[in-house]
């Protein structure tokens, strides 16, 4: 924000001192066109636009003169205000933005126990929102001028740069923070952000976003302690509302499921909608052997194809293909997803 307004001032600087100058140029012409020399034309422009009144050089005795000269001091005069005011903005907010970047970087130096956010794109901005709104100490490293002016104007902590720097960690205290969500676009910069921080700082939590399904495990080794991928949620999340409608606006939709969300998001729980692949045999997968084999989760309901709903399913309880299960988890949903896939080689 700083930058945009200083960017006015400094161009009304420019055009202001432009427009004085080609008056100026003009007058000269016009002086010496009713037989000044040049240096005495340049001499009278000079006393006229900033209104020094030594006495004309020669005397202005005629029509054309004197509306050569009232329009060089309107015109001039207007022109040095101009020129005067843009120049007085420039610096007092030259003096403004060395004062608020102090002050930006005398707090991030105060932060412990903080969150770092990697990147202030889509997610990286609705993320930071969602932080502050909760009252967490967060700070945000973004490599785009525009992205950090903007989480500047926003009232979010930022140092400008690049995160896969193992010095621009340093600089945002990677060592006494908390959490670290890092959330660029690019998988391979997660990767490095990931390896830099966990080297930095062991006892870091560390939040990590991919974008292809493959990344998951580089990121977890790099040691990622979750990780995130949002395109996969979100088509997991489509598929949820065109097979159980009804249940994904229960658990998914409206106010009531925001705040479930958060909550269980609290406790450390996932709720979530897992529809079993046609690749497990019917009749060989229990409700109870789910339950065995996730360890950490509970099944909550079982939604059949045809629209039938089963409620606290028992032990014994079949699972079918294209069942919906609604599981309570502590695991996350790429460790649910791998339990189908044990399930599927167990059958065969």
Known sequence: MLKDLLSRPMRNLVYAVLFVLVVAAFATVGYGLAGWSLGDALYMVTLTIFTVGYGEVHPVNTAYLHALTMATMILGCTGNIVVTGALVQVLTL????????????????????????????????????????????????????????????????????????????????????????????????????????????????????????????????????????????????????????????????????????????????????????REVAGGTLTAGAIERRAGAAFLLQINRPDGTVIAKPAADHPIEAGDGLVLLSKLGRGALDRLFEEASTASS
């Open 94 to 277: 030259n003096q403004l933005e060395q004062f608020f970047g102090k002050r930006v970087e005398k707090t991030i130096d105060q932060l412990e126990g903080h969150v770092i956010v990697c990147g202030f794109g889509r997610i990286g901005m609705m993320l930071a929102g969602e932080l502050a709104a909760a009252g967490s100490k967060l700070v945000v490293i973004e490599r785009d001028e525009a992205r950090a002016q903007h989480a500047l104007s926003l009232g979010h902590l930022c140092r400008q740069g690049d995160a896969t720097d193992e010095a621009m960690l340093k600089a945002v205290h990677v060592e006494r923070a908390k959490v670290m969500a890092t959330v660029l676009a690019d998988d391979a910069a997660n990767v490095f952000i990931t390896l830099s921080a966990r080297s930095l700082n062991p006892k870091l939590h560390i939040i990590a976003r991919g974008e292809r399904p493959s990344t998951e495990g580089k990121l977890l080794q790099a040691g990622a302690d979750r990780v995130v991928l949002p395109t996969h949620i979100g088509a997991e999340r489509i598929a949820e509302l065109i097979l159980f409608p009804e249940i994904a606006q229960i658990f998914r939709g409206g106010q009531t499921g925001a705040t479930l969300d958060k909550a269980l998001d609290r406790l450390g729980l996932d709720l979530e909608i897992l529809v079993v692949p």
